[in-house]
């Protein structure tokens, strides 16, 4: 493995590496409680992040936690997108004489929200 500069510093560096690759059904509680202290967690977690299905505990987080948050990290990026296609779709079926109550169903957001695209086109 390739050692990067962050990792010289990582508390993990000086401490047995079992403790962050526990048995299935082990706990990584005292893992995460090191990275918890450490100075370079965030760097960690980031490189974590950047190699899927990386094993063991990164940045105090568990392989199915970096999942989530890798996941959390794609909805967000999709959501604008979404919003304006919702916006776009809001307009158009109001445009075609839908209610904003209707409309706000079937797009999925509230009846404040279709007023305010409304209001703003």
Same mark, same amino acid.
């Given at each position: 493995? &390739?050692?990067?500069?962050? %990792?010289?510093?990582?508390?993990?560096? %000086?401490?047995?590496?079992? $403790?962050?690759?526990?048995? /299935? *059904? *082990?706990?990584?509680?005292?893992? +995460?409680?090191?990275?918890? =202290?450490?100075?370079?967690?965030?760097?960690?977690?980031?490189? !974590?992040?950047? +190699?899927?299905?990386? $094993?063991?505990?990164?940045? !105090? =987080?568990?392989? /199915?936690?970096?999942? @989530? &948050?890798?996941? *959390?990290?794609? &909805? /967000?990026?999709? %959501?604008?997108?979404?919003?304006?296609?919702?916006?776009?779709?809001?307009?158009?079926?109001?445009?075609?004489? /839908?209610?904003?109550? %209707?409309?706000?169903?079937?797009? !999925?957001?509230?009846? @404040?929200?279709?007023?305010?695209? +409304?209001?703003?086109?």
């Amino acid at each position: 493995m &390739i050692t990067t500069d962050w %990792q010289l510093d990582a508390l993990c560096a %000086q401490i047995d590496p079992e $403790i962050f690759f526990p048995e /299935k *059904g *082990g706990s990584p509680a005292a893992a +995460k409680k090191i990275c918890h =202290t450490c100075t370079v967690k965030d760097t960690c977690l980031e490189a !974590g992040l950047a +190699k899927p299905g990386t $094993i063991g505990v990164w940045g !105090g =987080t568990t392989p /199915k936690e970096r999942r @989530r &948050i890798t996941r *959390g990290r794609e &909805i /967000k990026r999709r %959501q604008p997108t979404r919003m304006v296609n919702s916006r776009r779709l809001a307009l158009a079926l109001l445009a075609e004489g /839908k209610i904003p109550t %209707q409309v706000a169903a079937i797009v !999925g957001v509230s009846d @404040r929200t279709i007023f305010r695209w +409304k209001a703003a086109a």
